[in-house]
């Protein structure tokens, strides 16, 4: 199969992920476009300022918007679709300034499927050349043999939470932290429920309605604050900070980073999710990339549809 080059590569992807959503939805997504905007504050830990000198680790409090979603591209995805739904998403803006800000994103699974922006393309056209009347082996099937860390991906289990207030989530990609006196570490963004974890079963799942997680989160946050702790994975020297599909070790440490307190649904929710365009890439003086080739991509791609989407 021949790739494209830096040029295009983020439009092939955009176009591949509307094959898998059965085409374009305009004003949506192309993964996770069942969502919904939430706002609150970040108040940051007492430790977050000595692994980075960012903004936002140093203030008493920072606004911030997050989104919450459901996995697929299909803005009427089932909650509770056991093939469409996982992994959710999450992403969370520090509105720093006036049009000033940096964000994180991260999803409900500890993991990604490939390396390189290249791979998931591959991953992306073999899914969406493998529909039902597929001959044998499929074109996923050749794929996830010959990628064994996107096979984990797609066999891994993906329970659905009780509340999106009981789902933890996991940045995809490492950052390099650099605090005031210039010691630099590297690590991952991790967002837990201050409610703690809850999943359900597969019956338990079954009986639920297909909106039921942003039904039960509308409902919580109505009589009270829903509220995450964000926490850094710490790598160790020789871990591989540049590689999406790669787990550290078990015994890695982890930084208290902050808390993010929300508080209410955003007004006007479906426009201002057609507006906001989240970026993979800090931006902010004190949190950098890694070296990570999916970064720029990503960007790119979340750039590329989030303008598409604001057009429609």
Do not use: C
Request: proline share 9%.
């Amino acid at each position: 199969m021949s790739l494209p080059n830096a040029a295009t590569l983020s439009k092939d992807l955009l176009q591949a992920l509307d094959v898998l959503s059965g085409g374009v939805h305009p004003g949506f997504r192309p993964v996770h476009a069942k969502g919904v905007l939430l706002a609150g504050a970040f108040t940051p830990s007492p430790e977050a300022s000595s692994l980075t000198r960012a903004p936002h680790a140093n203030r008493a409090s920072t606004p911030v918007t997050v989104r919450l979603s459901d996995s697929s591209g299909l803005p009427a995805v089932a909650d509770n679709d056991p093939n469409l739904a996982s992994p959710r998403g999450f992403a969370v803006r520090f509105h720093l300034a006036e049009h000033v800000h940096t964000d994180i994103i991260g999803h409900s699974h500890d993991g990604f499927p490939t390396r390189t922006p290249e791979e998931f393309l591959e991953f992306l056209r073999a899914a969406g050349a493998s529909g039902p009347g597929a001959a044998k082996p499929s074109p996923i099937e050749i794929f996830l043999g010959a990628h064994p860390k996107a096979l984990e991906f797609v066999m891994a289990p993906k329970p659905f939470p009780t509340s999106f207030a009981r789902e933890a989530f996991f940045g995809v990609n490492a950052f390099k932290f650099t605090n005031k006196d210039g010691a630099s570490r590297y690590g991952r963004f991790r967002i837990r429920p201050d409610a703690g974890a809850e999943y359900l079963d597969a019956p338990g799942a079954a009986a639920k309605s297909a909106n039921f997680l942003f039904d039960e989160l509308r409902e919580r946050i109505a009589k009270g604050p829903v509220k995450f702790n964000i926490v850094v994975l710490l790598a160790e020297s020789g871990d591989t900070v540049d590689d999406a599909t790669v787990h550290w070790p078990a015994d890695r440490k982890e930084l208290q980073f902050g808390t993010l307190v929300l508080t209410s649904e955003v007004a006007n929710n479906t426009g201002e999710q057609q507006h906001i365009i989240f970026d993979p890439i800090p931006r902010v003086d004190g949190i950098d990339p890694s070296g990570d080739p999916l970064l720029e991509t990503r960007a790119d791609l979340y750039l590329l549809s989030g303008r598409r989407r604001r057009k429609a």
